[in-house]
């Protein structure tokens, strides 16, 4: 329809009116005059066959009743009428009063009619136009663009206003997105939304209400108004909808008009704050709202309603980061569902991918997704093929959220993976490069509605999506030494700064307590602090203050593999932070229901045996001293759409890639480096013996005699931080090698296994002041958003960007073959992890949870040194190729200066 010849040759028309006002205005500006002289236009066409009758009417009536317009509106056959005897015609009659004749003209409009030109602020605009002497000209253009319902119908006109609105907003640089959504999505949208209910809206009289809570144009009332229709000619469907842009409210509400709805149900201004259709409920409700906008203008409002309203206003589930308001709007059209018991309500809306991930367990997005899963609301989601959309390449979503499931949907939430459900345009229209055809659509709505699982369809229980937060403590053991950084830290502490002030300035901690000191502790080792104490009263000669002991005694504390096991006072072990991890424990497959506090659930023997288990099989064969603090557990929820359709493909036989070398050069390093470092993690290169299924997704089968385990467990994990730039003195003098994403660079190829040196440096300032950390010389550094999946070791003591996941090796793990196995890995951990709405970014909780084979160290050493000389080889071929490319690349070009020179011999060339 949108590609109709009626919707060209007008769009073309009134696109060509443009050509009048450059110079006069910039292009960005050309949609301030043309949007609202196409509704202008429009309701005079529409108002022409019944023009008559009204002036006589009003003639006749005037001063006479007193609400007069009813009877007008009666007159024109339409929801709004025009009382003045001009009209687009007869404006161009009088050209030296045309800028009064048109607001004359304009003000004779009814009160709704008029509301909605006056948003377009077409006032301003023929002021100017009548400066520029431009005004005669643009109204005798569009006095000449037929514009009557029997040559264009409400339905085309919606299309031509979008067709417009896309073109005005790609010259103003805007997002024609946040306007209006593509017609195939929509109507996509709109089947889901009504699928469940066919046989209910087929019957005669129906009459069924639907809220768009950021309707832009409209487009999705007239859709769903129109696929409502198709399957009842006799339903009825009263849409309302609100709007925050006063052009785009302006439009949707002029479509209203023509269409014979009541177009008071469009409401300017912003949901959030203004909500415009308070205490209302509706059976269906759809949205496309903006993607990824920030609501710090409503911050106020949105949290004082959460706070003192609760659940019995709109965001009681919980507040989303400041710069995505999407669950917003989700709960926003939640608060306007019927309840089940007056038959419920369904809505859908279109989402990017951060509301099915972004949020750890206990944050505001987390709780939300919990809200609405274990209330059983989730009835779906479904995948869309990136590049839909004409703003954004972003992959988008469909959530079909509903009150009232049918029987067989109750307690699961179906996953349907569309992606591949696309036709490529023959001509890209901003960002959108691609469209759902009508049998796309429907193989899509048939999947939906038989409910059955297949390679494209997965069906879960809610609590599939729940998981378990856990944070896992090992004791703490720690030994007491003196070092010149806690003498440091002890002169800046308030104990000794007190003391300084009397007669103790004469010393210096170093004086006192250092190599040279004069009490001789230097370098002594204690297992508990009393011994320290005692050790320190002994010698202290009467001079050093007994707060000043203690103060250094907590300096010089410092967690130590082999240091002595700490208790509290009840006699239980204490925890050391250093190495506190968090596991992600899968929810006990029971059926859950939502409730504001779970802490009841948690304490459940359910709940406590689920972490339990899976410390008993999954950490404690590793770290048999590890326990899990429960008071700490949290829920989380998410959806991770992308890792339930993953299907691992294997690395291609080394065979099979040599083949085509010549015809792929540009590719040969990467994927003979990769089947290279994958069949020696998987072990080609490991001794004889049997093998078994791996653990891992990216392995098929690992020697029978190898470990498969949580790489937390072998290493530790860190990652980097960013000091603030505003304190120009942290930035000052740096002399700390800093990776960030501008490493990738050097990383890209595979050919370097460490880095040495970094384009930027950090101070030392800068890392007191930050969350970095200085790594040690062999740390194992994984890029994980941006440039993601790149990898390669620390050359020396170097700190990262927050960019980075950091691995530092304990005793069982080389780097090495870490840094193999990241490379290896990395097909899968993009194809399975990776999430992201503008770039692909791997979250710390999928690489907290990452899992490595773990030969015998000797293996190890072997599969390395195997792998290194096969890249090396492959190295040297890909140098050759490249060497002779260059070759025939310089034959080519001598070729083609022969030819062009007659130094070309030509005899035989034709045969």
Same mark, same amino acid.
């Given at each position: ?5 009626? =919707? ?5 028309? =009134? ?231 006063? @052009? ?45 906008? @920030? ?53 859908? =809306?279109?989402?990017?991918? +951060? ?7 206990? +944050? ?235 802490? @009841? ?245 999928? =690489? ?64």
């Amino acid at each position: 329809m949108s590609d109709s010849p009626t =919707i060209r040759n007008h769009a073309a028309f =009134i696109w060509s009116v443009a050509d009048l006002l450059r110079g006069d205005y910039k292009q960005s500006e050309y949609g301030k005059v043309i949007l609202p002289l196409v509704v202008l236009r429009r309701l005079d066409c529409v108002l022409d066959a019944t023009k008559a009758q009204v002036l006589a009417k009003h003639k006749s009536l005037a001063g006479k009743i007193e609400n007069i317009e009813p009877v007008l509106q009666a007159a024109a056959g339409q929801q709004f009428f025009n009382t003045s005897p001009l009209d687009f015609k007869r404006l161009l009659d009088d050209p030296t009063n045309l800028a009064d004749n048109v607001r004359a003209y304009i003000a004779a409009f009814s009160l709704a009619a008029r509301d909605v030109i006056e948003k377009f602020d077409l006032a301003t605009q023929i002021a100017k136009l009548d400066r520029a002497n431009l005004l005669f000209l643009v109204i005798s253009k569009f006095a000449d663009i037929d514009l009557h319902t029997d040559a264009v119908s409400n339905i085309e006109m919606g299309y031509l206003y979008e067709e417009l609105i896309r073109r005005f907003s790609e010259l103003s640089n805007e997002t024609a997105g946040e306007h209006f959504t593509p017609r195939e999505v929509v109507r996509l949208m709109v089947n889901l939304l009504f699928i469940e209910d066919e046989n209910v809206l087929t019957k005669p009289g129906t009459v069924r209400t639907l809220l768009d809570p950021a309707c832009g144009t409209g487009g999705m009332l007239s859709v769903a108004e129109d696929h409502l229709r198709q399957l009842n000619p006799a339903a009825r469907l009263e849409v309302f909808g609100q709007e925050l842009n006063a @052009e785009t409210f302006a439009i949707c509400r002029s479509d209203l008009m023509l269409k014979g709805q009541d177009a008071s149900h469009i409401v300017l201004g912003n949901s959030f704050s203004e909500d415009g259709h308070a205490d209302s409920k509706f059976d269906y409700l759809l949205a496309n709202p903006p993607f990824g906008v @920030e609501w710090k203008k409503v911050e106020g409002v949105v949290k004082t309603e959460a706070e003192t309203k609760g659940l019995a206003g709109r965001f009681g589930a919980g507040t989303p980061r400041i710069n995505d308001g999407s669950f917003l709007f989700l709960q926003h059209m939640v608060s306007k569902m019927k309840p089940a018991e007056e038959g419920g309500s369904r809505l859908a =809306i279109v989402f990017n991918g +951060s509301p099915l991930f972004t949020g750890a367990a206990g +944050s505001g997005e987390s709780e939300i997704r919990r809200w609405i899963i274990e209330n059983d609301w989730l009835e779906a989601v479904v995948a869309l093929p990136d590049s839909l959309f004409y703003n954004t390449a972003i992959s988008t979503y469909f959530w079909i959220v509903t009150n009232r499931k049918s029987k067989q949907r109750r307690g699961k939430v179906q996953l349907i993976d569309a992606r591949e459900s696309f036709v490529k345009m023959r001509r890209s229209l901003g960002e959108k490069r691609k469209e759902i055809s009508a049998d796309q659509i429907e193989e899509i709505t048939r999947r939906y509605g038989d409910f059955t699982e297949n390679d494209n369809v997965k069906i879960f229980p809610n609590e599939t999506f729940g998981y378990l937060r856990v944070t896992v403590e090992r004791p703490l053991r720690v030994r007491w030494r003196i070092t010149d950084d806690a003498l440091v830290a002890l002169e800046k502490s308030k104990p000794w700064r007190k003391w300084a002030e009397g007669p103790g300035s004469r010393f210096t901690a170093s004086g006192v307590y250092g190599a040279d000191g004069s009490l001789g502790h230097w370098g002594q080792t204690w297992d508990n602090a009393d011994d320290m104490q005692n050790a320190l009263c002994e010698n202290m000669g009467g001079g050093v203050p007994i707060e000043i002991i203690r103060e250094l005694i907590k300096l010089c504390a410092t967690s130590d593999p082999d240091g002595v096991l700490q208790f509290d006072k009840k006699g239980n072990p204490l925890p050391d932070p250093d190495v506190r991890d968090n596991e992600n424990v899968a929810l006990p497959s029971m059926p859950v229901t939502w409730v504001a506090d779970p802490t @009841e659930r948690l304490a459940t023997i359910e709940y406590r045996n689920a972490v339990e288990d899976y410390l008993r099989t999954e950490v404690q064969p590793y770290v048999p001293d590890a326990w899990a603090d429960h008071d700490k557990t949290r829920i989380g929820y998410e959806i991770p759409l992308t890792r339930h359709f993953y299907r691992y493909v294997p690395p291609r036989p080394l065979a099979e890639i040599d083949s085509e070398i010549k015809a792929l050069e540009a590719e040969i390093q990467r994927l003979l480096a990769q089947s290279v470092m994958s069949t020696a993690v998987g072990g080609g290169s490991a001794r004889g013996g049997s093998f078994r299924p791996a653990e891992c997704s990216w392995l098929e089968a690992v020697p029978s005699h190898w470990r498969e385990v949580k790489l937390t467990l072998v290493s530790k994990l860190g990652s980097g931080h960013t000091p603030s730039r505003q304190h120009q003195e942290w930035w000052e003098n740096p002399t700390i090698p800093w990776i960030t994403t501008g490493e990738v660079a050097q990383m890209r190829s595979d050919q370097i296994e460490f880095i040495t040196e970094t384009r930027e440096m950090i101070s030392e300032l800068g890392m007191a002041n930050s969350s970095a950390t200085l790594h040690p010389a062999g740390t194992v550094v994984l890029c994980r958003t941006a440039s993601a999946g790149y990898s390669a070791i620390m050359g020396r003591a170097m700190a990262t960007s927050q960019d980075f996941a950091t691995w530092t090796c304990g005793p069982l793990l080389r780097p090495r073959f870490l840094l193999l196995c990241l490379r290896a890995m990395r097909q899968d951990l993009l194809g399975r992890l990776a999430m992201g709405s503008t770039h692909q970014t791997i979250y710390m909780p999928d =690489i907290e949870s990452l899992r490595v084979p773990l030969p015998p160290l000797d293996e190890q050493d072997r599969i390395v040194e195997s792998a290194h000389r096969g890249l090396v080889a492959l190295d040297a071929t890909v140098t050759k190729l490249r060497a002779q490319m260059t070759l025939l690349l310089e034959h080519r070009h001598a070729l083609t200066l022969a030819a062009v020179t007659g130094g070309l011999e030509l005899q035989g060339v034709a045969g």
